[in-house]
């Protein structure tokens, strides 16, 4: 199985065409999204997985399940254009 830990980190590294290539074989797993938003921040973790494909959905959810008390943040985020 592949982390998504290990795949944000490919992305900072510079290797984006691995990383989204990898993304593809990472299953949704909400508990991951949370844990790289504590280890790389929430707007940098979500930036990448945005860059990455992964719908605001899933991002909102893993907020709403698991980290609510920054679900506002992750919204606000979601809903601004920081690109």
Do not use: P
């Not at 290797?15 to 504590?38: L, P």
């Amino acid at each position: 199985m592949i982390k998504l830990q290990d795949i944000i980190e490919t992305y900072i590294n510079g290797n984006i065409t691995i990383a989204k290539a990898e993304i593809r074989f990472w299953s949704i797993n909400k508990m991951q999204i949370i844990n790289c938003t504590e280890l790389f921040g929430i707007r940098k973790t979500i930036k990448i997985l945005k860059s990455l494909n992964v719908s605001d959905m899933h991002i909102t959810n893993a907020f709403h399940d698991y980290d609510r008390q920054n679900i506002d943040e992750a919204k606000t985020i979601l809903l601004n254009n920081f690109y």
